[in-house]
Structures are given as C-alpha cells and as structure tokens.
Nanobody
Framework: QLQAVESGGGLVQPGGSLRLSCAASGFSLGKHTVGWFRQAPGKEREPVACISNSDGTTDYVDAVKGRFTITRDNAKNTAYLFMDSLKPEDTAVYSC????????????????WGQGTQVTVSS
C-alpha cells in the first residue's frame, strides 16, 4: 500500500517542541516533494510546509514561519517537521503527503496521505 506514515505527535506545553516524522511506505520519497498539513477540530485542512526534492528549497505558511522547519532524508525515505515555540493554536492532526517532483508548492495536489498524528499544545 502506497502511503506516508506519520509519527511523533503528543501533548506538549506552550513554548515546547516536537519532531514529527513522515516515513514513505511503498514508494520512494526522493522522487517527490513532501508536504505537511494540519487539521484542527472544526476547521478545514490547511498546508503547513513543503520541501522540494530538486534542491531542498522549502516553503511555509506565515503562521509557522520562524518556528517550524521541514527537512528530508532521502536515504531513510523519511521527512521531518521540527516544531518549536508551539502555541495552543498549533493543536491539530498533522499529516504528510507526497507531491509532484521538482519545486514544492503548498497549493499542489498531494497523494499517498497518511493517517495523521495528533499534536496537542496545552498547559
């Protein structure tokens, strides 16, 4: 089955940090851009960050710029989302997916979605 598998979510206090992992299952992550997305309760899913497979360039939504970092390790077939200075409004289910090769775009069509991992930021 072709899908991404997320892990690393949990409960963290405001100001804390988490590292999410996105492991590709059944396909080579190195051939795709990778996107991270989140969906908070009662809200639509929104893009968070993406990383290109051509040159490693990244893009972020304004709400997470300077706090989140997306990276990838093609040898491990895995991408990561490092989240620092977490805020309660970051609480959501975080999912990753694979997009078309080349330069990433937060508005592109993504495939091979995972089930997501819950991130809760609360004191």
């Amino acid at each position: 089955q072709l899908q991404a598998v997320e892990s690393g979510g949990g409960l963290v206090q405001p100001g804390g940090s988490l590292r999410l992992s996105c492991a590709a299952s059944g396909f080579s992550l190195g051939k795709h851009t990778v996107g991270w997305f989140r969906q908070a309760p009662g809200k639509e899913r929104e893009p968070v960050a993406c990383i290109s497979n051509s040159d490693g360039t990244t893009d972020y939504v304004d709400a997470v710029k300077g706090r989140f970092t997306i990276t990838r390790d093609n040898a491990k077939n895995t991408a990561y989302l490092f989240m620092d200075s977490l805020k309660p409004e970051d609480t959501a289910v975080y999912s990753c997916a694979a997009g078309p090769g080349g330069l990433c775009s937060l508005g592109a069509t993504y495939h091979y979605w995972g089930q997501g991992t819950q991130v809760t930021v609360s004191s």
